[in-house]
């Protein structure tokens, strides 16, 4: 079994002698060697050995030679000189490249101008998003911006559609820009602020009066004493600690972490953004009064993340549709009277929606957003009621007219005629001879026949048609959340954080300090402190020279 070369032995010396062999690795002068030593060398048949007293005065520790030499350590098998692995120092080098990579790309995303560029970049492209109309169909941006006659004199149908800014908000060039602003914030935040905060919370205390005369704010205070002045920032709010005859004081640390708190609901406010356009859906129907439909028959998805809850199975009945008019007779309300039937046929909700005020049920929001003229119903001469569909006219402005026609039968005629029934609103009919001359006007339910072309015509009713927005979006309650964390972080980051140090020098206390914003505010708030201190020193004395009278 191979042994070490020497080592120490604590045992009395005898006198041997020991010639070392010749070593390739010494002059030839060295070649030889004697050493004195202790012991004499031991029989047997295993290694004989020799002791080398350690030195004069250190009789009990001795070197011991052996005759056999320990064999050389083999290299391993795949090592290097240092016994060290290729495979192992491949791995260390390329953990070094990673952290040299991680720490360069923390630093370029961090960087104050990338991050301001950014949301210029963004805030650009919301901006263009309110201009350009959204969601319409490619042959709407054929019209708008043609190849032959490109807007500002290169803009084209191409420069919408390629990018994707007819749905902007949920284009890859936006949600990129959103990922690398959010990529840049979590990086400022934990290669500054992060770090900021761990350095407010450190109690720093300074033992050397001339760093403390360095800050921003700086005293000396002849008389006094460390503790009173503790007592007093204590009444001010500060977190106070002392060690020896040193003092560190702060307060307002909430300021510190104010700016992560910033951060964190700027991420959550994109990240609802993002939800909302890559997993909501969207759908609008316009439905005549008394009829149904189902919410996932006119549903569709936005985005890859659109998953379709069960609410999706959920019935919507039409059970009134009605207007409210200004006295002069334009409408200046809408209302549908709505109910909701689950998969068994039960109601689930009824209620009645107006602009502005949507039915929210299971996740789905349901908007009034327009109207419509679906029917006329009319009796002639006592038949009926005919139900006459209404067509909306095309008209020059926003206004509305839609119109029907009742057939007449004229044996004499070669052609078809009939009555003529024009509406603004549900309120008034203008009816029309066969001849297109004007007839008069009829409300509906006025139960007040009108005679035209030997016909009585009765009208009976207006049924109007309601005009419905429905969406699911997921991120909308993140989008709140984040908002509320920005308003309040923001405001909290307004507070200033304040750091003190002093130190008791003999009699004198040297007072210094510094703040992050506020500086004036703070300088004077030390003054009016420190003016306390000689009040609460003076009386300490004279119960100190009291004391020492009566003793």
Request: glycine share 10%; with cysteine.
């Amino acid at each position: 079994m191979p042994s070490p070369t020497c080592y120490l032995l604590l045992h009395p010396s005898r006198t041997c002698h020991r010639l070392l062999p010749p070593s390739p690795r010494l002059p030839a002068r060295c070649a030889r060697l004697r050493v004195s030593c202790d012991v004499p060398r031991q029989g047997g048949d295993g290694p004989k050995r020799g002791v080398i007293p350690a030195g004069p005065g250190k009789g009990k520790k001795q070197v011991v030679f052996f005759d056999a030499a320990p064999p050389v350590a083999q290299q391993g098998d795949g090592e290097d000189g240092k016994g060290n692995a290729p495979e192992a120092k491949k791995d260390g080098a390329a953990l070094r490249a990673l952290r040299r990579a991680t720490k360069r790309t923390l630093s370029v995303l961090s960087n104050l101008p990338l991050a301001i560029t950014e949301m210029f970049a963004i805030a650009g492209l919301m901006a263009l998003g309110t201009v350009i109309d959204q969601g319409e169909p490619p042959s709407h941006y054929f019209e708008q911006f043609p190849e032959d006659n490109p807007v500002f004199g290169f803009i084209t149908w191409r420069w919408i559609l390629t990018p994707g800014f007819d749905h902007m908000f949920s284009s890859p060039v936006f949600l990129g820009l959103l990922a690398l602003l959010a990529a840049s914030l979590m990086a400022c935040t934990f290669t500054t602020q992060l770090p900021m905060v761990k350095v407010a919370k450190r109690w720093s205390f300074m033992s050397s009066g001339g760093s403390i005369r360095k800050q921003d704010f700086a005293e000396s205070l002849p008389r006094a004493s460390i503790q009173d002045l503790g007592v007093i920032l204590m009444g001010a709010r500060y977190e106070v600690f002392t060690k020896g005859p040193s003092l560190y004081a702060f307060k307002g640390l909430a300021g510190r972490y104010a700016p992560i708190g910033v951060h964190v609901a700027m991420i959550f406010v994109m990240a609802g953004a993002t939800l909302s356009a890559t997993g909501s859906f969207k759908g609008s129907v316009d439905v005549p009064q008394g009829l149904n439909f189902v919410i996932g028959d006119i549903m569709k998805p936005k985005g890859i993340f659109s998953v379709a809850p069960d609410v999706f199975n959920t019935e919507v009945h039409v059970n009134r549709f009605y207007m409210e008019y200004y006295d002069s007779g334009e409408g200046f309300a809408i209302y549908s009277d709505l109910s909701l039937f689950d998969l068994d046929g039960k109601e689930v909700m009824r209620r009645t929606i107006k602009v502005n005020d949507p039915l929210r049920y299971g996740g789905i929001t349901i908007y009034q957003t327009d109207w419509g003229f679906s029917a006329l119903q009319v009796k002639k001469n006592g038949e009926g009621p005919f139900n006459l569909a209404m067509a909306p006219l095309q008209l020059n402005g926003n206004k509305k007219l839609y119109g029907t026609f009742l057939p007449l039968e004229d044996s004499d005629s070669s052609g078809v005629k009939g009555i003529s029934m024009l509406a603004r609103d549900l309120q008034s009919i203008v009816l029309y001879d066969q001849d297109g001359k004007f007839v008069g006007v009829r409300r509906p339910s006025s139960k007040l026949p009108i005679e035209i072309n030997g016909n009585e015509i009765l009208i009976e009713d207006a049924i109007g048609s309601t005009g419905l927005d429905l969406k699911t979006d997921p991120g909308i309650p993140i989008v709140y959340a984040g908002f509320g964390a920005l308003m309040l972080t923001t405001c909290i980051s307004y507070l200033s954080h304040a750091q003190l140090w002093a130190l008791q020098d003999g009699t004198t206390v040297v007072v210094g300090g510094k703040s992050n914003r506020a500086k004036i505010e703070f300088s004077d708030e030390m003054n009016r402190l420190l003016n306390k201190v000689p009040e609460l020193v003076s009386v300490g004395e004279k119960t100190i020279d009291n004391k020492s009278s009566t003793a």
